[in-house]
Each structure stands twice: as C-alpha cells, then as structure tokens.
C-alpha cells in the first residue's frame, strides 16, 4: 500500500487528475451494474454461470460421477417431527430457485430450467435394532452410498435428503447437493435456516428471515451481461 501511495504522489497534477477521472468512471460503471442486478423473466431462457457451464462440459466427458457431490450430514439430538422436518426442508427449497433447478441443452448451447414445485420426499432408514458398533458402521456405509449415487443434472430437484434413526431422540440428516446448483456457503444457509423453519412450524409461528429478491439465476444473467 505505501509503494502505491508514493507512486501516486510522484505522479503529474495531469496524470492525477486522469487517475481520478478513471477511478470516478469505474465506480459509476460499479453502480450502474449494482442497479442492473434485478429479476428477469422466468420466460426467458436461463444461460449457465462459468462454473456451471464447466461442470456441465466436465459432467458430459464424465457421465455416471459423483465427483461434483456436496455431501454434509447433520446429527439431530432430542424430540424430532418428522412431518415437520420434511416441510422446513421443503420450505428451504421453495425459497431458493436453485434448489428447483436442472440442466438442459439446446442447439449445443445450455441453459438451466427451474422448476416451480417441487416436494422432496424424506427416505427414512431405522437403524436401533442393530447393536451400536454395527450401527455406526450402517451409517458410515449409508452415507457413503448417499454421497457416491450421481445425479441427473437434467432432471430436478439436484438434491437429496435421507434420515437415519439411530436411536429414540437421535437422528442423522444426510443431505447432498449437487455442485451445479450449491457451493459449501450454500450448506451453510441451507444448515442457518433448517432449525429457525423447523422451530416456526412446530410452534405455528411465522419464521423471520429475509425475502429473496434476487435469485442465483438472476445473479446469473446479469454475470453474463456484465462480462459482455
């Protein structure tokens, strides 16, 4: 930082004044693509971002892998409402659009399709009958079983949810997202707002988290056009 605060300071009261002119230029062209950034029309077609569009060139070379699979497990202790877990999760997919989306590809171009609804189903597997030391290896080999099955990448929702019964007030979440529509920030978000839904909903109450305007597709949209 000093070295570039010198090189500034020796420069030209001409060639500040055109550093500064530049710096005024770049900041207006930030806000211009900062109020840019809004919802599109879900009619229109929907381009892939550069990450998706490498996943899904890499997905084609390599159908059948799992190798873009974001597993995470989470342990639940205490009294659980199935029913109610499977609606948070639910809830979770109807707030974020990339949780309903899929891949397709036309004239060799791809473009992503979001589906309006979707119901996630939640597989149950009840694991207290078997001793604890088999119990522990049945879900080590289940959650490994989640985390290698591939995905579709046409075909949503790119995620699956499975529970293991471990013991009365024990459970174990697996959830895998593919990379194509979730990054590690996205399990996180998707971890923060499990429990504020489920505490709603088992209380009747409303959750408080914020709107989403803006979707990851029209974040998306405006990449491209900002690249361009």
Not at 10 to 31: T, V
Not at 125 to 146: G, H, V, Y
Request: net charge positive; aromatic share 8%; hydrophobic share 40%.
């Amino acid at each position: 930082m000093e070295s570039i605060s010198k090189r500034i300071s020796n420069l030209s009261p001409a060639k500040k004044k055109l550093l500064e002119l530049r710096m005024k230029q770049q900041k207006a062209k930030n806000q211009q693509l900062k109020q840019e950034l809004k919802p599109i029309p879900r009619t229109e077609k929907l381009p892939l971002s550069l990450i998706q569009q490498g996943i899904w060139d890499i997905e084609q070379l390599q159908p059948g892998k799992s190798s873009f699979n974001l597993p995470i497990s989470c342990r639940l202790v205490g009294d659980l409402n199935q029913e109610i877990l499977v609606k948070s999760i639910n809830e979770i997919v109807k707030r974020h659009e990339a949780l309903r989306t899929c891949f397709y590809s036309e004239n060799k171009q791809q473009f992503q399709k979001t589906l309006p609804n979707i119901s996630l189903s939640l597989p149950i597997i009840d694991l207290r009958a078997i001793d604890s030391e088999e119990r522990i290896i049945a879900q080590q080999k289940i959650a490994f079983e989640e985390a290698s099955q591939p995905f579709d990448l046409e075909k949503a929702p790119l995620l699956r949810v499975k529970l293991l019964i471990l013991q009365e007030q024990e459970h174990l979440l697996l959830v895998t997202m593919h990379h194509g529509v979730a990054d590690i920030w996205s399990l996180g978000i998707f971890l923060q707002e499990l429990p504020i839904i489920y505490q709603a909903f088992l209380t009747d109450k409303p959750y408080i988290l914020p709107e989403l305007p803006i979707q990851y597709a029209d974040f998306v949209y405006w990449q491209k056009q900002s690249l361009q």
